[in-house]
């Protein structure tokens, strides 16, 4: 199983990226799919899924609710992470991560994705 992060990147305070993340080896459309993070000294935390079967999103992280949005396309084996109104303590390397269906992806995972950087500078 190969999870391949991108669209990583510097963007100013305020702005907009959209995270990929590209699964292979797997059956995508079985697993809960989604997104973790890990600022500088700081340990990683569960920023949201998008379950394997209807769609839904889920976050934890209550500054992320209503700035960004997880997605999932199973015919192209990608989930996305769109991330709006970027803020400097958004700052981190984030990771995409797989779960299995019966469990939740906060608490289970499976396989990680390499991480990707994102950087809001102020």
């Known amino acids: 199983v190969q999870l391949q992060a991108s669209g990583g990147g510097l963007v100013q305070a305020g702005g907009s990226l959209r995270l990929s993340c590209a699964a292979s080896?797997?059956?995508?459309?079985?697993?809960?799919m989604g997104w973790f993070r890990q600022a500088p000294g700081k340990e990683r935390e569960f920023v949201g899924a998008?379950?394997?079967?209807?769609?839904?999103?889920?976050y934890v992280d209550s500054s992320a609710k209503g700035r960004f949005t997880i997605s999932r396309d199973n015919a192209k084996n990608t989930v996305y992470l769109q991330m709006n109104s970027l803020k400097p303590e958004d700052t981190a390397v984030y990771y995409c991560?797989?779960?299995?269906?019966?469990?939740?992806?906060?608490?289970?995972?499976?396989?990680w994705g390499q991480g990707t950087q994102v950087t809001v500078s102020s």
């Open positions: 991560a797989v779960g299995p269906s019966g469990r939740s992806l906060a608490a289970v995972q499976l396989y």
């Open positions: 080896g797997l059956t995508f459309s079985y697993y809960h």
């Open positions: 998008v379950t394997w079967s209807s769609g839904n999103t889920c």
